[in-house]
């Protein structure tokens, strides 16, 4: 059973720094991309981070860059979301997704997510 368990998240200000983390289980977590997703009130759910199987390729949500970084341990079988510099337009519920298998490029393919964390509330007060 594929599982993905997010922790983190909450309500902070502008300006300020939280970091979500991912917990998978179930599958091969190390050959597979993973991704950071966003959902607004009202809006579609957006691509913000993917990093490739082997964690040495990342891409971002043009508005995040420079503030978010992706990162994973394939020990560990953990990916976090650092997010630095916080906005009140970063509010949202966050959910972290399991991508394609052994992909090293190109995450922003919302029908390729099969399998999605419970989702983490991000709150920025500004």
């Known amino acids: 059973q594929v599982l993905l368990v997010q922790s983190g998240g909450g309500l902070v200000q502008a300006g300020d720094s939280l970091t979500l983390s991912c917990a998978a289980s179930?599958?091969?977590?190390?050959?597979?991309?993973m991704a950071w997703w966003r959902q607004a009130p009202g809006k579609e759910r957006e691509f913000v981070a993917g990093?490739?199987?082997?964690?040495?390729?990342?891409e971002l949500l043009d508005s995040v860059k420079g503030r978010f970084t992706m990162s994973r341990d394939n020990d560990k079988n953990m990916v976090w979301l650092q997010m630095n510099n916080l906005k009140p337009e970063d509010t949202a519920v966050y959910y972290c997704?399991?991508?394609?298998?052994?992909?090293?490029?190109?995450?922003?393919?919302?029908?390729?997510?099969?399998?999605w964390g419970q989702g983490t509330q991000v709150t920025v007060a500004s």
């Open positions: 997704g399991r991508g394609r298998q052994y992909a090293s490029q190109r995450y922003r393919a919302r029908h390729e997510y099969e399998y």
């Open positions: 179930g599958f091969d977590f190390r050959a597979y991309a």
């Open positions: 990093i490739s199987w082997k964690g040495f390729n990342m």
